[in-house]
Antibody
Framework: QVQLKESGPGLVQPSQTLSLTCTVS????????VHWVRQPPGKGLEWMGG???????DYNSALKSRLSISRDTSKSQVFLKMNSLQTDDTAIYFC??????WGQGTLVTVSS | DIVMTQSPSSLAVSAGETVTINCKSS????????????LAWYQQKPGQSPKLLIY???TRQSGVPDRFIGSGSGTDFTLTISSVQAEDLAIYYC?????????FGAGTKLELK
């Protein structure tokens, strides 16, 4: 069955870079897109960006200068890197595919 | 970017009532090539990931109860929940996937009256 699981550091210092991994199973990354969505505590959902089956990427224009999404198909992993983190980047970060399948999310807190 | 405007932001209901949540997009989500509206509805309960309810504006995801009905076309969409159950208390989001960035509405919180 389709599964996605996010992993990464729970705490990041301001101005540092966030690196998250989404490990997937039950589907092929070369045939499906994977997207990153985040949700600040108590707030709504924000689509951050995605990587398509052909490896091309799209980003939220508000984050584009700081964000990079990549993948390793041999390991069934998708990566998110975002630099220059600030406190308002504190959020639960989800990876999702086909809209119907979501990881459990990982809370990232930006604090010194 | 396509802006998604949801209303109301919150709704207090009693069990058994019918509720309507509205979602308006700043541009049409209807693709003329296939006559499909690129609009989805999600339900999110506290501490959980979003759950897909409706896609293509009106197609119910497998396993979703038929009391959840999506309708609308172009720029105006509605999620109707008939005979609300206690388990339906959650936040509901619309999302357009017509064009990147795939924007969400701000959410509608369904609460118990």
């Amino acid at each position: 069955q389709v599964q996605l699981k996010e992993s990464g550091p729970g705490l990041v210092q301001p101005s540092q870079t966030l690196s998250l991994t989404c490990t997937v199973s039950g589907f092929s990354l070369t045939s499906n897109s994977v997207h990153w969505v985040r949700q600040p505590p108590g707030k709504g959902l924000e689509w951050m960006g995605g990587i398509w089956g052909d490896g091309s990427t799209d980003y939220n224009s508000a984050l584009k200068s700081r964000l990079s999404i990549s993948r390793d198909t041999s390991k069934s992993q998708v990566f998110l890197k975002m630099n220059s983190l600030q406190t308002d980047d504190t959020a639960i970060y989800f990876c999702t595919t086909r809209s119907a399948y979501w990881g459990q999310g990982t809370l990232v807190t930006v604090s010194s | 970017d396509i802006v998604m405007t949801q209303s109301p932001s919150s709704l207090a209901v009693s069990a058994g009532e019918t509720v309507t949540i509205n979602c308006k997009s700043s541009q049409s989500l209807l693709y003329s090539g296939n006559q499909k509206n690129y609009l989805a509805w999600y339900q999110q309960k506290p501490g959980q990931s979003p759950k897909l309810l409706i896609y293509w504006a009106s197609t119910r995801q497998s396993g979703v109860p038929d009391r959840f009905i999506g309708s609308g076309s172009g720029t105006d969409f509605t999620l109707t929940i008939s005979s609300v159950q206690a388990e339906d208390l959650a936040i509901y989001y619309c999302q357009q996937y017509y064009d990147t960035p795939y924007t969400f509405g701000a959410g509608t919180k369904l609460e118990l009256k």
